[in-house]
């Protein structure tokens, strides 16, 4: 019998297998490329708490630290020039995984910064702005799914940049985005921007739903909501990809694809278990099925190719049971339209804070270096 590759298999199913964080080091040393090579890694996602992480680690920024602190560079100025730069390396890192997927994968996505999250110009903006400074075929500019970030992720594409959503929670919002999508695309192609450049990828979290779903089921306590413990993040996200089927199967889609277009693909994000209880592997191997991303923090990319059982596709042909895991919380006296209302909020205040942290620790090290 040959030994299990879980992350191979993933895969073959359909599964394009993300590292979910970023920093100079992991560049520097070859471990990204070292992953790529042995774990089949094909794209990287950053988000402020990554960027922040990376800062406040180690020595490897000290060098580009001190320039910008002698050319006078604000706070803001160093953060971007910082987070540009990892990124634009990252995507010399992938560029071969890029070419050889013909720009579906070798992806690496930055966010806008998210104390923009409710305002579309700036945003827009700002999106232009990274793509400018990034400066490679292969980046994502990340817009949260805010409804302000609705018509600046239509506004982007129209331009011909390559957008990452972020932040979706709810069934109707993702359609939203979807709409967005293929709003942008219209728009690119009555300007005569080649469709056939342009990607983009959905990401819909995942383990924040039970993050905090869960705490109201023990509240209720029953066995009812016992029973469904565990259960709603991964029925939200299988939802959604019955939506997914439904519009890529639209004639305005048709229209599109015919025209070069290609699909904007389901991105499980937040897919590292939050509850030790679950096994660690649950929201990679619930959410297998074709055209999707999973972007895994490493301790979950780990796990997944030493121990995770991929059995094939774990979403279609599941709707009614996932329907049936909503209709109970709702039963319950769980509101799905408060939680994800929240959900949506807490994330983007959470980027803040992470964004803000980061500003502050940036800050210090200017003025370490001018000392």
């Known amino acids: 019998m040959s030994t299990p590759q879980p992350l191979k298999d993933l895969a073959g199913h359909g599964v394009s297998v993300w590292l979910d964080d970023l920093s100079r080091e992991r560049i520097s040393s070859g471990n990204l490329q070292e992953l790529i090579d042995t774990r089949g890694v ?37 953060v971007f020039a910082v987070t540009t730069t ?54 994502f500019i990340k817009i949260p799914a805010t409804l302000e970030g609705l018509p600046a992720i239509s506004q982007v594409l129209a331009e011909g940049i390559s957008v990452n959503v972020t932040l979706i929670f709810s069934l109707d919002r993702y359609r939203a985005v979807m709409n967005a999508f293929l709003t942008g695309l219209e728009q690119a192609r009555e300007k005569g921007v080649d469709l056939s450049g342009i990607r983009s990828v959905a990401s819909f979290f995942v383990s924040r739903v039970d993050g905090l779903v869960d705490g109201r089921l023990d509240e209720i306590g029953s066995d009812e909501a016992k029973a469904v413990r565990g259960r709603s993040g991964i029925a939200n996200a299988r939802l959604a990809y019955q939506a997914y089927e439904e519009v890529f199967a639209t ?40 055209d999707t991303v999973n972007t895994m923090p490493e301790k979950t990319l780990e796990a997944t190719a030493d121990h995770a059982e991929v059995t094939g596709d774990t979403v279609r042909g599941r709707y009614t049971e996932a329907e049936e895991v909503l209709d109970t919380l709702e039963r319950l006296g769980i509101s ?15 980027f803040e804070a992470s964004w803000t942290e980061l500003g502050e620790r940036m800050s210090e090290e200017l003025g370490k270096a001018q000392r």
Not at 257 to 276: C, I, M, N, Y
Not at 336 to 349: C, P
């Open 251 to 290: 004639p305005r889609w048709q229209s599109l694809e015919a025209a070069g277009a290609h699909r904007q693909r389901p991105l499980w994000a937040s897919t590292g278990v939050k509850d030790d209880a679950y096994p660690d592997t649950l929201y990679v191997t619930e959410l297998v099925a074709p």
């Open 336 to 350: 799905y339209a408060e939680v994800v209302a929240r959900l949506e909020k807490e994330g983007v205040e959470k």
């Open 86 to 139: 990892d990124v634009r390396d990252a995507c010399d890192v992938l560029r071969p995984v890029y070419d050889a997927t013909g720009g579906e994968d070798g992806r690496v996505s930055i966010e806008v910064d998210p104390r923009l999250a409710h305002e579309t110009a700036k945003t827009v903006e700002e999106a232009k702005k990274l793509a400018t400074e990034v400066d490679r075929p292969n980046l």
């Open 42 to 78: 094909v794209g990287v996602t950053t988000n402020p708490s990554i960027f922040q992480a990376a800062l406040a680690e180690g020595d490897a920024y000290d060098e580009q630290v001190r320039e910008l602190a002698g050319s006078g560079a604000s706070v803001d100025e160093a």
